[in-house]
């Protein structure tokens, strides 16, 4: 580094190379090199330079957000105002599905994504559950299957006919029972079909197998209430975050914790992993009450790789990951903006690009899957706003800009399709396979060949590791054990008067049978 020092000695970069400059149009003579200090620097020398970035060369640096007009939004919606922290939201190449405001129950809207402007009051809902609708998935391979869970303590598959709604929809494809409390969670497996994974408030994970409706697994390792699960690409490994501040990473057929993370200066809320590179990215709050991300190596989670302060505000940070393009969206709860990164494989690793802002706050996100993208457009990532005090589903594209209307194969590579690559009982035996890509050059025309069977069963007991988790499952805080009791005690009396009822009724049945038996018809 070459520096040039004036008559006032002042200290000017120049630059690295050796050759004579000029300035003011005069030639400067061959600049001395500047010597360079350790940690000790001579209290003399005080250059005045100012911080230049370090230039990046990126064919996403220049990414912007674009949202929808008016006429291409979804509007007259009445948006749940749960305070869960989920999405409340879930796209699909077809149907937008939205958790809705509803009295008696849980409710959530299905509409066709052609079908935009404004929604009538009166529109068609699905309204089977008895408590609120938490969280709502589409299945990845099968477009018009949907799985909710809900305060009553259920899973339902439901199964969307072609073109919508017409009517009500009270009777659910599948309903699945197994969790002693309200289930706040539901993940379908990246690639296997027919795989289903849920978390309760009962601090237990279930996967169920869909082909027989019942659940195969039981992973029995939180101390405290899952807030957030996560997949690899090929679903052989599940990252969790957790209530008690504990990041894990399990291998969802046996249950084992492969690693564990305790969490006391970055406290956890989502993780989501970072494609095939073998990485975690987590959001959550620092010791001083500031939003904060964390990046992890999945096989050492002793130490995080980097962590990064992003602002001072409260609301909870969800993060959204792109392994096509490597870029990686956070949308704070209540924020109006969408920051965007790039993720790199060496350090700094994390390298900002830009922000979208808005100045309506968003309650949750929904993701269209990279099959129901504008390729002729350059859109790389489309969000689906929910705006609460507009009633109003806002989509939001994210745009490479391009001059050639061409398909663009370096921002669009293969990516994984709706095929899956695996069958429950494969998965189950331990096989692990990549999902089945596709291309978008000729644009998403095909359509997935799998159709959902729902089974045949009787009501029964659920036994998993020879536990009846409807039955036996002990209280763990003094309200539910009050609420046990009472319950028991309610039951107990309800079982005495239809003890003595039946008590008088063989009585009166014993003096009938005597009075006919002495009835001189019968001597």
């Given at each position: 580094?070459?520096?040039?020092?004036?008559?006032?000695?002042?200290?000017?970069?120049?630059?690295?190379?050796?050759?004579?400059?000029?300035?003011?149009?005069?030639?400067?003579?061959?600049?001395?090199?500047?010597?360079?200090?350790?940690?000790?620097?001579?209290?003399?020398?005080?250059?005045?330079?100012?911080?230049?970035?370090?230039?990046?060369?990126?064919?996403?640096?220049?990414?912007?957000?674009?949202?929808a007009?008016?006429?291409q939004?979804?509007?007259?919606?009445?948006?749940?105002?749960?305070?869960?922290?989920?999405?409340?939201?879930?796209?699909?190449?077809?149907?937008?599905a939205?958790?809705?405001?509803?009295?008696?129950?849980?409710?959530?809207?299905?509409?066709?994504?052609?079908?935009?402007?404004?929604i009538?009051?009166?529109?068609?809902?699905?309204?089977?559950?008895?408590?609120?609708?938490?969280?709502?998935?589409?299945?990845?391979?099968i477009?018009?299957?949907?799985?909710?869970?809900?305060?009553?303590?259920?899973?339902?598959?439901?199964?969307?006919?072609?073109?919508?709604?017409?009517?009500?929809?009270?009777?659910?494809?599948?309903?699945?029972?197994?969790?002693?409390?309200?289930?706040?969670?539901?993940?379908?497996?990246?690639?296997?079909?027919?795989?289903?994974?849920?978390?309760?408030?009962?601090?237990?994970?279930?996967?169920?197998?869909?082909?027989?409706?019942?659940?195969?697994?039981?992973?029995?390792?939180?101390?405290?209430?899952?807030?957030?699960?996560s997949?690899?690409?090929?679903?052989?490994?599940?990252?969790?975050?957790?209530?008690?501040?504990r990041?894990?990473?399990?291998?969802?057929?046996?249950g084992?914790?492969?690693?564990?993370a305790?969490?006391?200066?970055?406290?956890v809320?989502?993780?989501?992993?970072?494609?095939?590179?073998?990485?975690?990215?987590?959001?959550?709050?620092?010791?001083?009450?500031?939003?904060?991300?964390?990046?992890?190596?999945?096989?050492?989670l002793?130490?995080?790789?980097?962590?990064?302060?992003?602002?001072?505000?409260?609301?909870l940070?969800?993060?959204?990951?792109?392994?096509?393009?490597?870029?990686l969206?956070?949308?704070?709860?209540?924020?109006?903006?969408?920051?965007?990164?790039?993720?790199?494989?060496?350090?700094?690793?994390?390298?900002?690009?830009?922000?979208?802002?808005?100045?309506?706050?968003?309650?949750?996100?929904?993701?269209?899957?990279?099959?129901?993208?504008?390729?002729?457009?350059?859109?790389?990532?489309?969000?689906?706003?929910?705006?609460?005090?507009?009633?109003?589903?806002?989509?939001?594209?994210?745009?490479?800009?391009?001059?050639?209307?061409?398909?663009?194969?370096?921002?669009?590579?293969?990516?994984?399709?709706?095929?899956?690559?695996?069958t429950?009982?494969?998965?189950?035996s331990?096989?692990?396979?990549?999902?089945?890509?596709?291309?978008?050059?000729?644009?998403?025309?095909?359509?997935?060949?799998?159709?959902?069977?729902?089974?045949?069963?009787?009501?029964?007991?659920?036994?998993?590791?020879?536990?009846?988790?409807?039955?036996?499952?002990?209280?763990?805080?003094?309200?539910?054990?009050l609420?046990?009791?009472?319950?028991q005690q309610?039951?107990?009396?309800?079982?005495?008067?239809?003890?003595?009822?039946?008590?008088?009724?063989?009585?009166?049945?014993?003096?009938?049978?005597?009075?006919?038996?002495?009835?001189?018809?019968?001597?």
């Amino acid at each position: 580094m070459l520096w040039w020092k004036t008559r006032i000695g002042k200290e000017i970069f120049l630059g690295n190379s050796a050759l004579p400059f000029r300035a003011f149009g005069k030639t400067l003579p061959i600049p001395w090199e500047r010597p360079r200090w350790g940690r000790h620097r001579p209290s003399f020398s005080t250059p005045a330079m100012s911080w230049r970035p370090q230039y990046r060369s990126s064919k996403f640096r220049n990414v912007y957000g674009k949202a929808a007009s008016r006429e291409q939004c979804f509007d007259g919606i009445p948006i749940t105002k749960n305070v869960h922290d989920n999405h409340f939201c879930a796209v699909n190449a077809r149907f937008l599905a939205i958790v809705t405001e509803s009295a008696g129950g849980g409710s959530f809207l299905v509409i066709p994504l052609e079908q935009t402007g404004r929604i009538e009051p009166n529109y068609p809902k699905v309204c089977g559950h008895q408590g609120n609708v938490l969280d709502i998935k589409w299945n990845p391979f099968i477009e018009n299957i949907i799985a909710s869970c809900s305060e009553d303590t259920s899973v339902r598959i439901w199964e969307i006919p072609e073109g919508g709604l017409k009517r009500n929809m009270t009777e659910a494809a599948l309903e699945l029972y197994g969790h002693s409390r309200r289930v706040g969670l539901v993940e379908w497996h990246p690639t296997t079909n027919n795989i289903l994974f849920s978390a309760g408030y009962d601090y237990k994970v279930l996967i169920w197998n869909l082909e027989v409706g019942e659940p195969v697994k039981m992973i029995d390792c939180h101390t405290d209430v899952i807030l957030c699960l996560s997949f690899n690409t090929d679903g052989s490994l599940m990252a969790t975050t957790c209530k008690d501040k504990r990041l894990r990473v399990v291998e969802p057929r046996s249950g084992r914790v492969l690693q564990e993370a305790s969490c006391k200066n970055h406290r956890v809320n989502r993780v989501v992993f970072l494609g095939s590179t073998k990485r975690l990215l987590t959001t959550g709050v620092s010791r001083w009450n500031t939003r904060q991300i964390a990046l992890w190596d999945q096989e050492d989670l002793s130490m995080p790789l980097i962590e990064e302060e992003i602002d001072g505000l409260s609301g909870l940070l969800f993060p959204f990951y792109d392994a096509d393009t490597h870029m990686l969206y956070l949308a704070g709860k209540g924020d109006g903006n969408i920051r965007y990164y790039e993720i790199g494989s060496e350090k700094p690793y994390l390298s900002y690009l830009m922000e979208f802002r808005s100045p309506a706050p968003q309650k949750g996100l929904g993701v269209m899957p990279k099959h129901g993208l504008d390729v002729s457009a350059c859109e790389v990532f489309r969000f689906y706003k929910l705006i609460t005090l507009k009633g109003l589903i806002e989509p939001i594209s994210m745009i490479v800009p391009r001059r050639s209307e061409t398909y663009q194969e370096d921002i669009y590579p293969m990516t994984p399709g709706t095929e899956p690559a695996l069958t429950p009982d494969e998965w189950l035996s331990g096989v692990n396979r990549d999902p089945i890509l596709m291309s978008l050059k000729e644009g998403y025309k095909r359509n997935s060949k799998v159709v959902f069977k729902a089974p045949v069963r009787e009501k029964k007991s659920v036994v998993v590791n020879g536990i009846d988790l409807l039955e036996n499952v002990p209280p763990r805080t003094e309200n539910e054990l009050l609420r046990m009791f009472f319950r028991q005690q309610d039951e107990i009396r309800r079982l005495k008067d239809e003890l003595s009822q039946k008590d008088v009724r063989i009585r009166q049945l014993q003096l009938e049978l005597k009075n006919f038996r002495n009835s001189p018809k019968n001597n």
